[in-house]
T-cell receptor
Framework: AQSVTQLGSHVSVSEGALVLLRCNYSSSVPPYLFWYVQYPNQGLQLLLKYTSAATLVKGINGFEAEFKKSETSFHLTKPSAHMSDAAEYFCAVSGPNFGNEKLTFGTGTRLTIIP | GAVVSQHPSWVICKSGTSVKIECRSLDFQATTMFWYRQFPKQSLMLMATSNEGSKATYEQGVEKDKFLINHASLTLSTLTVTSAHPEDSSFYIC????????????FGNGTRLTVT
């Protein structure tokens, strides 16, 4: 079984400040990990994914995440927050054969940017 | 890039009626599509996996007869909410994967269903 836990349902940061959204995973097989962003009343957009290659993954919009096996973590960061980053962020996990497997999503973190 | 189109984006219906939601892959073929349900301020819950040319695979606790899924072609899957009730009101999102194990999931923009 696989699962992800997102610590903090709400995170607020000032514009220009560091963004850190936490995600810890549990998996009995080597995981594939994802971060998605959702804007109001829209579907999900892939920010980045980890598929057992480089542990530091760079995504779109200046986001990156680091896979740390020892900590079973895949935290999402961005050096400088922008107002347009305000959205809901979901961490997700799937198995190595993810072409045929389902994603399991975390409960989400709502990011608010303070002007 | 690959795009998944979901229609309608919102729908209001009366209790007891049925509503059909379409999910189309616009520039790729998808043998598998996924249907999710999202309650307000909660995560996405996988309802079922739609398989082209065969029966859908439903997650535990999802009523097959209530949420009918049809995947008649490689670019179209439909979810029909039958005999809708107010508790079926939710945000429904579909996703599809381009062929190839390294392809990411592409999500539709969702359908907000309100049952009155």
């Amino acid at each position: 079984a696989q699962s992800v836990t997102q610590l903090g349902s709400h995170v607020s940061v000032s514009e220009g400040a560091l963004v850190l959204l936490r995600c810890n995973y549990s998996s009995s097989v080597p995981p594939y990990l994802f971060w998605y962003v959702q804007y109001p009343n829209q579907g999900l957009q892939l920010l980045l994914k980890y598929t057992s290659a480089a542990t530091l993954v760079k995504g779109i919009n200046g986001f990156e995440a680091e896979f740390k096996k020892s900590e079973t973590s895949f935290h999402l960061t961005k050096p400088s927050a922008h107002m347009s980053d305000a959205a809901e962020y979901f961490c997700a996990v799937s198995g190595p054969n993810f072409g045929n497997e389902k994603l399991t999503f975390g409960t989400g973190t709502r990011l608010t940017i303070i002007p | 890039g690959a795009v998944v189109s979901q229609h309608p984006s919102w729908v209001i219906c009366k209790s007891g009626t049925s509503v059909k939601i379409e999910c189309r892959s616009l520039d790729f073929q998808a043998t598998t599509m996924f249907w999710y349900r999202q309650f307000p301020k909660q995560s996405l819950m996988l309802m079922a996996t739609s398989n082209e040319g065969s029966k859908a695979t439903y997650e535990q606790g999802v009523e097959k007869d209530k949420f009918l899924i049809n995947h008649a072609s490689l670019t179209l899957s439909t979810l029909t909410v039958t005999s809708a009730h107010p508790e079926d009101s939710s945000f429904y999102i579909c996703s599809a994967r381009d062929q190839g194990n390294d392809s990411p999931l592409h999500f539709g923009n969702g359908t907000r269903l309100t049952v009155t």
